[in-house]
């Protein structure tokens, strides 16, 4: 489903809850926060997929599940590759935004935002549920954009002389403890708005030009772990930015890819 005036091109767009409750049955609303928190009062007809669920754990990194464990869990839960998808969580749109990373990575269409804290939405007297909706299993085909991902090997590229640019979205804190070579500090705290998840679009761009960004940069986003600067990728992508990459396993792998290997620093030690 695609509503009238829509760009046909795969994207991400941010909407007020007033725009859900006009939303038909091809909708899908997706709760990314705890499934305690769900049952406590959810968006009614909204699913439950935590985080956790949809963010692969190796070790200290996190990563997109592979395409086929992505179309088993769209399965799951009934999405189709046509469903309109709108998603929502507690944390200004920081776990909703890598959920809707990981839907473009393979390749939906059809993304939304709610540009409301859940807890906001409720205190301005949304409609909440304690139901959970009848869900059928379906069949989902990913389509990997793999160009909306990053990699190790890819910013050690972009560091060996290539046009694109890196973005550290962690707090500036966390920048100065340690970050990757030629990283540009852009904190996403700076887009945060008051009661919406963003800022204007004005003041967004702003944000953006004064940190080095234009239009045409091809950009790649990292924190610590690919959660927070998944709110970025979201935000480049919301206000028109189409050459933008999330570094998922952020700089945890680029740290540990640093350090001395064992046996180089015991020969280091012991020459």
């Known amino acids: 489903m695609r509503l009238k005036g829509e760009k046909a091109e795969v994207s991400i767009t941010l909407v007020d809850p007033q725009w859900i409750e006009k939303l038909g049955p091809n909708v899908k609303i997706i709760d990314v926060r705890r499934r305690v928190d769900y049952k406590a009062g959810h968006i009614p007809?909204?699913?439950?997929?935590?985080?956790?669920?949809?963010?692969?754990?190796?070790?200290?990194?996190?990563?997109?599940?592979?395409?086929?464990?992505?179309?088993?869990?769209?399965?799951?839960?009934g999405i189709h590759n046509e469903s309109l998808i709108v998603?929502?969580?507690?944390?200004?749109?920081?776990?909703?935004?890598?959920?809707?990373?990981?839907?473009?990575?393979?390749?939906?269409?059809?993304?939304?935002?709610?540009?409301?804290?859940f807890s906001i939405y409720k205190r301005n007297q949304g409609r909440v549920s304690h139901s959970n909706?009848?869900?059928?299993?379906?069949?989902?085909?990913?389509?990997?954009?793999?160009?909306?991902?990053?990699?190790?090997?890819?910013?050690?590229?972009?560091?060996?002389?290539?046009?694109?640019?890196?973005?550290?979205?962690g707090e500036r804190m966390d920048f100065l403890n340690g970050h990757i070579p030629g990283a540009i500090n852009l904190p996403w705290r700076l887009c945060l708005g008051k009661d919406r998840n963003f800022l204007s679009k004005e003041r967004i761009k702003r944000i953006f030009k004064e940190h080095g960004l234009s239009i045409d940069n091809e950009a790649n986003i990292y924190c610590k772990d690919g959660m927070t600067s998944a709110y970025i990728y979201a935000a480049l992508r919301i206000f028109g930015y189409e050459k933008v990459k999330l570094y998922s396993r952020g700089y945890a792998e680029w740290e540990e890819a640093s350090k001395p290997k064992v046996a180089e620093f015991q020969e280091l030690l012991n020459p």
């Open 133 to 169: 909706p009848e869900i059928k299993k379906s069949i989902y085909v990913a389509k990997l954009n793999a160009h909306f991902a990053s990699s190790i090997s890819h910013i050690s590229n972009v560091l060996d002389g290539t046009n694109e640019i890196i973005i550290d979205a």
């Open 45 to 77: 007809g909204a699913i439950s997929i935590p985080v956790t669920v949809f963010v692969k754990s190796i070790g200290r990194l996190k990563d997109a599940p592979n395409p086929q464990e992505f179309e088993d869990l769209m399965g799951k839960f």
């Open 87 to 117: 998603t929502y969580d507690d944390q200004w749109g920081v776990y909703a935004s890598r959920l809707l990373w990981t839907l473009d990575l393979y390749g939906h269409k059809d993304l939304y935002l709610l540009d409301r804290n």
